[in-house]
């Protein structure tokens, strides 16, 4: 899905205009509500397995792992929120608490989904939008807001041996745990399953990466860090290290 059509791009990738209300200007800006039409970018009868990632991810596996936790129609997977994610648990409270305005907020920086859902979640969205019948909030709310208010109940997470952030995964408060959690023996067989690691958070963008000196601090601005080396990123770190080169490169040359 794109704004406009774009040249030079490889003739694998089919390109489709971002469709209203979703093209309009107030859909992307803050909170970039114009990703709501990654839900359209499949047509239903399609009926297939749909798998979503921000530009600013790494794919250094299997993305197909991710595709099929997408059982049917009904399922609707995201990078979960902090602390009990999207289990049984935390849907329980919710279901306790009953308040409209706080719910689990996941991450859309990695989406799984069936093409065939049913309601299409972004056309939901146009539909309450076009009446004036979002609930309060949604009108200018982000877009991990959105799709976790209208997914309520439903959303499960992406297991973390298939996609995981970046600064949640490898940074740490406790400056040390960088460098113990990437020994631990059932960590590194986790990573190694991992397909997809996004760089979510301002402070650990691929530019940032780039520009690090390998065994510098790499900081998330939120009190998070570790080495920027194998010692902090075990076995993922070359692989990382030469992504994140090569992605800041071409984001640099789609600027230019």
Not at 36 to 41: I, M, N
Not at 209 to 232: I, N, Q, V, Y
Request: glycine share 8%.
């Amino acid at each position: 899905m794109t704004d406009r059509l774009r040249e030079g791009v490889d003739g694998r990738v089919l390109q489709k205009l971002i469709p209203a209300p979703f093209d309009a200007a107030e859909f992307q800006t803050f909170g970039y509500r114009a990703k709501l039409s990654v839900f359209l970018a499949v047509e239903p009868s399609a009926d297939t397995t749909c798998v979503y990632l921000d530009l600013d991810s790494i794919i250094i596996g299997d993305v197909g792992r991710i595709a099929a936790h997408v059982a049917g129609p009904d399922n609707l997977l995201m990078l979960p929120p902090a602390g009990l994610g999207f289990g049984s648990l935390r849907w329980f409270l919710d279901r306790v608490r009953r308040n409209p305005a706080r719910f689990p907020v996941g991450n859309s920086s990695v989406l799984a989904f069936h093409s065939a859902a049913d309601p299409n979640l972004a056309r939901l969205y146009a539909q309450h939008f076009a009446t004036g019948t979002l609930p309060p909030g949604l009108d200018s709310a982000i877009d991990d807001i959105v799709i976790s208010a209208f997914g309520r109940g439903q959303i499960r997470a992406i297991p973390t041996d298939c996609a995981v952030m970046l600064r949640r995964e490898f940074l740490s408060r406790i400056p040390v745990w960088p460098r113990i959690k990437s020994r631990l023996p059932w960590v590194r067989r986790r990573r190694e399953r991992l397909a997809v690691v996004t760089l979510n958070g301002v402070s650990v963008k691929a530019e940032t990466l780039a520009r690090l000196t390998p065994g510098a601090r790499l900081e998330d601005g939120r009190g998070r860090s570790a080495p920027w080396s194998e010692a902090g990123f075990g076995a993922l770190w070359p692989p990382l290290h030469a992504a994140s080169q090569r992605l800041a490169a071409t984001m640099t040359a789609k600027s230019d």
